[in-house]
């Protein structure tokens, strides 16, 4: 690695997100920060709605990074972007990094009259993102910063297809990263019950409810099986109830949040995941550093990561029968479950690490303008 000179100073770089609680975009953001060069970097993150005790605010400041609070959380979103702007004028960031969609055109503003270079981000569905922003904002931040980076090339594709003004004018792929170290590949298990993991927000696009309907399937033809469901969301009540009109009782575990998935995924025989849409998840990648088969709906990258019958199944987002159909696979046959784990744990080795995650993220910035080392 090139060793700066001896009176260089650290490049200034600061990370705009929206909270620092247990999402995917929080996680990545994580893992780029602890893997900056501290001798050449000095990265800080600011929060537009901060609490001090949210689990990646716990994390980053344990990596000595500083952590901005925007404004209160009860200010106004005029109050906080004229609050972002005086942070920036303070700190001087090289760089100012947005993590979180909607605040895109925010952090492009607070850039405004300085010498910092503003850089957006995708890391969803390019169309759902904007939807979720809402008309005028979801507009302005599909256009602002012009050099977006995202996560998935699906969304690219999206934004480059669209008629619109209202999309970036250059975009680049960074996928996001895993901890290899973390989520380590061992066998999984070749007997027994089968145990399916399923990790991700209570949310309705995320369409647990069609993983319910697959259990039942399975369970009608009498194999032996049982579904973690990991975390939590408003979808919560609708989905336990419907785990009790099938009648699969322990067969379909709702556990709530839980920190120590790499455990889970230890346990675990596969993974399921069935959103509406996604970008690059998190779980898939955890799940293919574990060694586990994934059997995941064919939305955002993830025909691109888990490629059909090699490292799991790809199925319809809406056909339920297919997804059983590939679940019950699996089960019945262990020996290709771990088959295609193994592939899959490779796979991570050669494209996921958290280091070609901060070679891409900084080559990026070169690319947006930025000059620095």
């Known amino acids: 690695m090139e060793t700066p000179p001896r009176d260089a100073r650290p490049v200034?770089?600061?990370?705009?997100?929206?909270?620092?609680?247990?999402?995917?975009?929080?996680?990545?953001?994580?893992?780029?920060?602890?893997?900056?060069?501290?001798?050449?970097?000095?990265?800080?993150?600011?929060?537009?709605?901060?609490r001090a005790d949210e689990v990646y605010a716990l994390r980053i400041a344990a990596?000595?990074?500083?952590?901005?609070?925007?404004?209160?959380?009860?200010?106004?979103?005029?109050?906080?972007?004229?609050?972002?702007r005086r942070l920036v004028r303070e700190q001087r960031p090289e760089v100012l990094h947005v993590q979180s969609f909607f605040l895109n055109a925010p952090g492009w503003l607070a850039t405004r009259g300085t010498r910092t270079l503003a850089i957006g981000t995708?890391?969803?569905?390019?169309?759902?993102?904007?939807?979720l922003a809402g008309p005028a904002l979801g507009r302005l931040c599909a256009a602002l910063p012009r050099f977006q980076i995202f996560n998935n090339r699906n969304a690219i594709e999206?934004?480059?297809?669209?008629?619109?003004?209202?999309?970036?004018?250059?975009?680049?792929?960074?996928?996001?990263?895993?901890?290899?170290?973390?989520?380590?590949?061992?066998?999984?298990?070749?007997?027994?019950?089968a145990e399916i993991l399923a990790v991700g927000t209570l949310y309705a696009y995320k369409r647990?409810?069609?993983?319910?309907?697959?259990a039942e399937r399975l369970a009608r033809r009498g194999l032996d099986f049982r579904v973690t469901l990991v975390g939590e969301g408003p979808a919560r009540a609708d989905l336990a109830a419907q785990v009790a009109r099938l009648g699969l009782g322990e067969r379909f575990r709702l556990v709530g949040y839980r920190d120590d998935v790499a455990e889970l995924l230890a346990?675990?025989?596969?993974?399921?995941?069935?959103?509406?849409?996604?970008?690059?998840?998190?779980?898939?990648?955890?799940a293919m550093a574990a060694g586990r088969a994934v059997v995941a709906s064919a939305?955002?990258?993830?025909?691109?990561?888990?490629?059909?019958?090699?490292?799991?199944?790809?199925?319809?987002?809406?056909?339920?029968?297919?997804?059983?159909?590939?679940l019950a696979r699996l089960i019945a046959d262990r020996a290709l479950c771990r088959e295609m784990g193994a592939r899959a744990r490779a796979r991570a080795e050669r494209d996921l690490s958290i280091g070609r995650l901060v070679e891409e993220t900084l080559a990026a910035y070169r690319e947006a303008g930025w000059s620095g080392a």
Do not use: M
Request: contains cysteine.
């Open 63 to 84: 990596l000595g990074v500083p952590v901005f609070p925007v404004a209160s959380p009860a200010a106004s979103p005029l109050a906080k972007l004229a609050s972002l």
């Open 208 to 214: 647990w409810d069609r993983l319910v309907a697959a």
């Open 267 to 286: 346990g675990a025989s596969l993974l399921a995941h069935t959103a509406d849409f996604e970008g690059c998840p998190n779980v898939v990648l955890e």
């Open 158 to 193: 999206t934004a480059r297809r669209t008629r619109s003004p209202f999309a970036p004018g250059r975009a680049r792929l960074v996928r996001n990263a895993v901890d290899l170290a973390a989520f380590q590949a061992c066998p999984a298990p070749a007997s027994g019950r």
């Open 299 to 326: 939305v955002g990258d993830i025909p691109l990561l888990i490629e059909d019958g090699v490292h799991g199944f790809v199925v319809p987002k809406d056909d339920v029968d297919a997804l059983a159909d590939r």
């Open 122 to 131: 995708v890391a969803s569905d390019f169309d759902a993102d904007r939807r």
């Open 12 to 50: 200034r770089l600061l990370y705009l997100v929206g909270q620092l609680g247990p999402g995917g975009r929080e996680r990545q953001l994580w893992y780029l920060l602890s893997a900056l060069d501290r001798a050449r970097y000095r990265p800080a993150a600011a929060v537009w709605s901060y």
